[in-house]
């Protein structure tokens, strides 16, 4: 043989054996446990992979604000994101505070009709292309209330349900409280929807915890940072739950041991993306070891309503 083709067929060998190596690095890799990078495909059902979008608002800016909103949208092209999350009221830049220029003829504006709005029919549009879950805060009108809601859009586009925000106090009562904390199946389960102050009380957590959900989403425009961020965990780990905290300022999410999955907090508009997976929200512990003959206090009286529900 030349010897030029014993060298070849030494090299091919040497070739060989390096691609099956390669081969088995790539495979263990692969089953090493770790934060998969956002442009993978999602592994098995149980994983979630959320984008929380962090901008601030113009208030009464409805065209202003849709457009921020399919921008940042855009930026999960290719990354298999599963539920895009906006802040609380996010179309109308949360108006209703707005004591400067605040009316209840100007709230109706820009209120949204969940049968006719163009920016609705846009985010299940939206929704649908990218077939993703869309959970969007906007002011709707239905049969003549303004409600502070947020909706779910499934991937095909359809309205899964809509939220209204129930603890109003005094800084909301330019709405109608909701009078339900209901959960909505999805691929991987029920999720549970809360706005802003809702948080402030445990009792809205667990409620949609006990009805099964593993994630709840949190649209709000409220107070943020060290204070929120230790209640948010409180409210995880309590619930052994995943929590998904969307702040113009903020975006947040924390998980079932109390501890902080993701975080980003700057002055940039921006869309923080993370991976979850809900096999870790188990329902031992906290939730198994519960004695509710014991805690027949939390609901008595509940025939009677705050102030603000009335």
Same mark, same amino acid.
Request: net charge positive.
């Given at each position: 043989m030349?010897?030029?083709?014993?060298?070849?067929?030494?090299f091919?060998?040497?070739?060989?054996v390096?691609?099956v190596?390669?081969?088995?690095?790539?495979?263990?890799?692969?089953?090493r446990?770790?934060k998969?990078?956002?442009?993978?495909?999602?592994?098995?059902d149980?994983?979630i992979?959320?984008?929380?979008?962090?901008?601030?608002?113009?208030?009464?800016?409805l065209?202003?604000?849709?457009?921020?909103f399919?921008?940042?949208?855009s930026?999960?092209?290719g990354?298999q994101v599963?539920?895009?999350v906006t *802040?609380?009221? +996010?179309?109308?830049?949360?108006?209703?505070?707005?004591?400067e &220029?605040?009316? %209840?003829?100007?709230l =109706?504006t820009?209120?949204?009709?969940?049968?006719n709005?163009?920016?609705?029919?846009?985010?299940a549009e939206?929704?649908?292309?990218?077939?993703m879950?869309?959970c969007?805060?906007?002011?709707?009108?239905?049969?003549?209330k303004i409600y502070?809601?947020?909706?779910?859009?499934?991937p095909?586009?359809?309205?899964?349900g809509?939220y209204?925000?129930?603890?109003?106090?005094?800084?909301?009562?330019?709405f109608?409280?909701?009078?339900?904390?209901?959960v909505? *199946?999805?691929? +991987?389960?029920?999720i549970?929807?809360m706005?802003?102050?809702? &948080?402030?009380? %445990?009792e809205?957590? =667990?409620?949609?915890?006990?009805?099964?959900?593993?994630?709840?989403?949190?649209p709000t425009?409220?107070?943020?940072?060290?204070?929120?961020?230790?209640m948010?965990?409180?409210?995880?780990?309590?619930n052994?739950?995943?929590i998904a905290?969307a702040?113009?300022?903020?975006?947040?999410?924390?998980g079932?041991k109390?501890?902080?999955?993701?975080?980003r907090?700057d002055?940039?508009?921006?869309?923080l993306?993370?991976?979850?997976?809900l096999?870790?929200?188990r329902?031992?512990?906290?939730?198994?070891?519960?004695?509710?003959?014991?805690?027949?206090?939390?609901?008595?009286?509940?025939? =009677?309503e705050?102030k603000?529900?009335?």
């Amino acid at each position: 043989m030349h010897p030029y083709s014993v060298s070849f067929v030494v090299f091919l060998l040497a070739v060989g054996v390096m691609t099956v190596f390669s081969m088995g690095l790539h495979a263990a890799a692969a089953e090493r446990p770790g934060k998969r990078a956002t442009n993978s495909p999602r592994p098995n059902d149980t994983v979630i992979r959320l984008a929380l979008m962090k901008a601030v608002p113009e208030k009464w800016g409805l065209e202003a604000n849709f457009e921020v909103f399919l921008r940042l949208l855009s930026e999960t092209g290719g990354k298999q994101v599963d539920v895009f999350v906006t *802040p609380e009221c +996010w179309l109308d830049g949360y108006a209703a505070p707005d004591k400067e &220029r605040y009316s %209840p003829e100007r709230l =109706r504006t820009v209120a949204q009709d969940l049968k006719n709005s163009p920016y609705l029919a846009r985010v299940a549009e939206e929704a649908r292309t990218r077939a993703m879950y869309v959970c969007f805060g906007f002011t709707s009108l239905e049969k003549g209330k303004i409600y502070n809601a947020a909706g779910l859009w499934a991937p095909c586009g359809k309205l899964v349900g809509v939220y209204h925000k129930t603890h109003l106090q005094t800084h909301d009562l330019q709405f109608s409280p909701g009078k339900l904390i209901p959960v909505w *199946p999805t691929s +991987w389960g029920p999720i549970g929807i809360m706005i802003c102050a809702d &948080r402030r009380w %445990p009792e809205t957590a =667990r409620t949609l915890r006990l009805q099964g959900a593993r994630l709840i989403l949190n649209p709000t425009y409220g107070f943020c940072g060290e204070f929120n961020e230790a209640m948010m965990r409180t409210r995880s780990y309590e619930n052994q739950c995943f929590i998904a905290f969307a702040h113009p300022r903020t975006s947040l999410v924390t998980g079932p041991k109390g501890q902080v999955i993701a975080k980003r907090e700057d002055d940039q508009p921006g869309v923080l993306i993370c991976d979850l997976d809900l096999t870790q929200a188990r329902d031992d512990n906290h939730l198994e070891d519960r004695r509710p003959k014991l805690y027949k206090a939390i609901t008595k009286g509940g025939d =009677r309503e705050p102030k603000s529900a009335r």
